[in-house]
């Protein structure tokens, strides 16, 4: 069942202080002036340009196995193939903040408004991370009741139990050109999605990948993976 | 001259209507374009550059001082080019193929032309030819490439190789968060830069 999911601005706007933290303030810093002004007109343009909207598709395992591994590029090993095997359920999901907004990114660096362009920047790749970590929480909810309905499953308490973390294309072994099978089976074009030769989506503030849902333990790893050593921002810790 | 610190001063707040006025007002005085350049917007950047290198400021503050110079920057050029004043070099820069990631990018290329380069910006996701296609055409004497994942950094391999191939004495630089000095070395790089602070210094010891 493929679902498309219109959020509203507040509920993928990012947190005044999660922004700053990403331009480098500590929350115990004070912001000067100027970067206040710059933060307070960027989120304005932010709100006057955004159009966030997701699609998110059930896929069994058979199927995503078809998405996962047709292309060929991925690494040897990878943690999403252990994973995904250990999943309750499965779904596949692409999520943009619309076109009109990195066309403005855009227009800030051409202009020389590389302040600007940036902040804005920085708040859209924060938002595009809010519609994933919604979906994520959506996904758990509908685990709950379908859980509900399973006698042998009834017991348990899906927001204690069940964890739902999105895993994308181009991260942790898993290929750019795995886009490629995963836009065929969801056909994001239908929210404006298309993608280049090169795997990246268009607009560029856009996020897509699979979402695994299960027990909380089926998404520990050991993160020493061969392109582990290469990874800089080991999210997989926090998120883990 | 009071003039040139006044527009190192602006240019370090971000003021870049100042700087825009301060430069004309020089330029006006007779001032050499390069005395201004050099004593007035580069001093100023490179004062930027070291206290972004000692995380005193931030990028936000970087990329407003960028703006200022540029303010500067694009009444002098043409002068620049009439009076015959070359460049410190010419570097052509761009995301591999495959990546979008591009604010590290765009600031080694601010930072760059901050400090008198000439700057080619391919932008994002560019295929390997065109690094090498681009630096031929230009005459470019570096190429700078970045990557920030680990599935598309071996597009900066094939870079390199086409570079060799080519017989071209044409430097490269790499960078990118998943990126390394180890990693330059294995793919034959001439160097790797950190951060866009380092990528300034290296590219003038290359040139």
Redesign the interface.
Known sequence: MTEIIKFKINEVQPEKDKIFKEIGYSSIQKIPEKIQNLYEESLKIFRETSNPVGIISEISKEEFEKVFFVEGNNSAETPIQNIYRKADYLSLFAVTLGKKVSDKIREFFRKNDFALGHLLDCIASLAADNMVRKLENLNTENLGILYQQLPRLKHRNHRKDIRTLAYSPGYCGWHISGQKKLFEFLKPEKIGITLNDSFLMIPLKSISGVLISGKREIHQFKNNFSFCSMCKTKSCLERM | MQILNQISEFLQQ?DDEKVFDLTKQAIAENISPKEILDNGLIAGMNIIGEQFRK?EI????V??A??AM??GLDQLKPLLISEGIPTMGKIVIGTV????HD?GK?LVG?MLKGAGFDVIDLG??VPPEKFIETAKKENANLIGLSAL?????INMKKVVNLVRADGSDIKVIIGG????KK?ANEIGADAYAYDAGKAVEMVKEMI
Request: charged share 15%; aromatic share 10%; glycine share 6%.
């Open positions: 971000g995380h931030f990028l936000p503050d990329l407003m960028a703006k540029y303010a193929q495959g990546d979008l604010i765009n601010i994002r996701d994942l680990t599935t598309t950094m968060a998943p990126v390394s990693y």
